[in-house]
């Protein structure tokens, strides 16, 4: 069964994501480089068989580490970013060296949460890197740490990875970790720790296994990749954790005969087009709370989301700007952008359409607080 499920969504993906992590790709010395040659061979075996592979890859802050012994892990933000300077050249050196050993050739992509948040700019980020795939070079993508601020940071690779899933619109995210796949318990700690191989549903259960702790070298951890899991798999694409240390684990995964934790999508189409930018770009800047009416129309009418079926709002938010919706307990049920702001939403909470004009002092005003063709639903 796991088998089946294994070649049905791991084989038969044709574009792929692979997120290499700090702890696979450096140790103590700096950057494992002969390790970082063989899961290029392995990436190059699988871009000779036709898939089209994009990396996200960690290691800047460890690799800059490694030449600055005496700093530390770098604790102050601007320390790390001088980090992320050092060593973001030294990985895109390893990376050139070994994919052109293989007759490939990489790109170096820097993102930043805020430079995509403009819909314009997601736009052409998407297209370079759909262009470098189509020429059949690697686009080797990482977050451009100096510029990033603290608030508007992705906060790890693992978030990083999910959107440049959507931006190569991508049918396999593969992470690999120096933990080869989801355990009941943190298997450093517990030696009965099981694995868990398959995952249909990304539930308390399943989230209360992930421990706190981040991984050795980066800033993430399992809960980081749960998060993740959650958001890929939403919108119709399955995840891999998987053991970047082990032998042959690219082609091995490809094989059908790796150990790891596949998380399966639940079935339904992907979503493409705007609703990626909306779900996976933006910064969500507040909430509306809205009614049992409101949450069936969204999730089962297909309906835009109107002041009658709000119940509250909270945060401070501008019109265009992205909000959750929830429901009376709190679950996410669809996020999209608002038509109003957090002001003149509290005036119109409850309303009928027809009394938004007189509640907000205008001669003209949109019926939905969010368009259907601007709202991603969640559940
Ligand atoms: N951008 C960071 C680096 O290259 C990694 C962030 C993370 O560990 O997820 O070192």
Same mark, same amino acid.
């Given at each position: 069964m796991d088998r089946e499920l294994y070649r049905k969504y791991i084989y038969g993906a044709r574009r792929l994501v692979i997120k290499i992590g700090s702890a696979v790709l450096t140790s103590d010395r700096g950057l494992e480089k002969a390790l970082i040659y063989d899961l290029c061979r392995q990436t190059a075996f699988l871009l000779e068989q036709g898939c089209q592979v994009v990396i996200v890859s960690s290691g800047a802050v460890a690799a800059g580490m490694s030449k600055m012994p005496d700093r530390g892990y770098g604790r102050s933000v601007p320390e790390k970013q001088a980090l992320a300077a050092i060593g973001q050249g030294l990985l895109m050196q390893? &990376?050139?060296?070994?994919?052109?050993?293989?007759?490939?050739?990489? +790109?170096?992509?820097?993102?930043? =949460? #805020?430079?995509?948040?403009?819909?314009? =700019? &997601?736009? /052409? +980020?998407?297209? $370079?890197?759909?262009?470098?795939? *189509?020429?059949?070079?690697?686009?080797?993508?990482?977050?451009?740490? $100096?510029?990033?601020t603290e608030e508007l940071q992705f906060t790890d690779n693992d978030a990083l990875s999910v959107l440049v899933v959507n931006l190569a619109e991508a049918d396999l995210l593969v992470c690999l970790s120096d933990i080869d796949g989801l355990y009941d318990c943190d298997p450093r700690r517990s030696h009965d720790a099981q694995k868990i191989r398959i995952v249909r549903e990304i539930d308390d259960e399943i989230l209360s296994m992930a421990g706190s702790s981040p991984g050795r070298a980066g800033r993430g951890g399992m809960g980081s990749k749960l998060r993740a899991a959650r958001m890929v798999t939403s919108f119709g694409v399955p995840m891999v954790i998987a053991g970047g240390k082990q032998p042959n684990i690219i082609r091995s995964?490809?094989? %059908? $005969?790796? #150990?790891?934790?596949?998380?399966?999508?639940?079935?339904?189409?992907?979503?493409?087009? =705007?609703?990626?930018?909306? +779900? &996976?770009?933006?910064?969500?800047?507040? $909430?509306v709370r809205i !009614?049992? %009416?409101?949450?069936?129309?969204?999730?089962? *009418? %297909?309906?835009?989301?109107?002041?009658?079926?709000?119940? *509250?709002?909270?945060? !401070?938010f501008e019109q265009g700007d992205c909000i959750v919706c929830v429901d009376s307990s709190g679950n996410e049920v669809?996020?999209?952008l608002s038509n109003?702001?957090?002001?003149?939403?509290?005036?119109?909470?409850?309303?009928?359409?027809?009394?938004?004009?007189?509640?907000? *002092?205008?001669?003209?005003?949109? #019926?939905?607080?969010?368009?259907? #063709? /601007?709202?991603?639903?969640?559940?």
């Open positions: 390893v &990376y050139e060296e070994a994919f052109s050993k293989y007759g490939f050739n990489v +790109a170096q992509v820097l993102l930043t =949460r #805020d430079g995509l948040v403009h819909r314009r =700019r &997601y736009v /052409n +980020a998407k297209n $370079t890197i759909k262009t470098l795939m *189509g020429w059949r070079v690697v686009p080797v993508i990482n977050e451009n740490d $100096t510029v990033a995964l490809f094989e %059908g $005969t790796a #150990d790891c934790t596949l998380f399966l999508p639940p079935e339904r189409k992907r979503i493409f087009g =705007r609703k990626p930018w909306i +779900a &996976y770009a933006l910064e969500r800047k507040g $909430t !009614d049992n %009416g409101a949450v069936s129309a969204l999730l089962e *009418g %297909g309906k835009s989301l109107l002041p009658a079926g709000i119940v *509250g709002v909270s945060g !401070d669809a996020l999209g109003y702001s957090a002001e003149d939403l509290k005036k119109i909470s409850g309303c009928h359409s027809s009394q938004i004009c007189s509640r907000i *002092g205008k001669d003209s005003a949109k #019926d939905e607080v969010i368009h259907r #063709d /601007n709202m991603v639903t969640l559940s």
